[in-house]
């Protein structure tokens, strides 16, 4: 696989992975429960703005892919592998920041305050799950396996 076809790949299981998110956060967020509630808050926050990167990474990767002479050119392949890798590492170490940002939220939230403490751990799932995301993408790329 290659570069480009890479780039595809990621956004278009970031796609997925968000239309899902926000499909379950829309039914929790009709739970009678307020923690629940607060879980699916961050369940449609985050997988809407997720869906944007998604599709904004789709459509910057084709202009990029239609502005270049070759774009099978090593060198042009191997910048692009360089670039998404960095991004992705850079990715991952945010989202052990949103991990602990959403686990404070959650424990310094009264228990009065369920809907506080349902988006503390909101936070906590969707870090999780971006930093596994990250995580397998930038262990996935190789400059061996991209220049096919």
Known sequence: MNIWSF????????????LLNVWIGQR????????W????????????IN?????????????????????????IMRKE???????????TGLDVFYIAGGWRL????????LMRRGM????VLQGALLFGFDLIHALRLSDDDLNA
């Open 7 to 18: 780039h595809q790949l990621v956004s278009g299981r970031l796609l997925q992975l968000n």
């Open 28 to 35: 929790l967020a009709k739970s009678t429960s307020a923690f």
């Open 37 to 48: 509630r607060g879980v699916g808050s961050q369940n449609v926050g985050w997988g809407l």
């Open 51 to 75: 869906l944007a990167i998604a599709l904004f990474g789709s459509l910057a990767t084709r202009r990029r892919l239609d502005k270049l002479e070759d774009p099978m050119d090593t060198s």
């Open 81 to 91: 592998a360089s670039s998404l890798r960095r991004a992705l590492w850079i990715n």
């Open 106 to 113: 959650a424990r310094t939230s009264s228990a009065e305050k």
């Open 120 to 123: 503390g751990i909101g936070i």
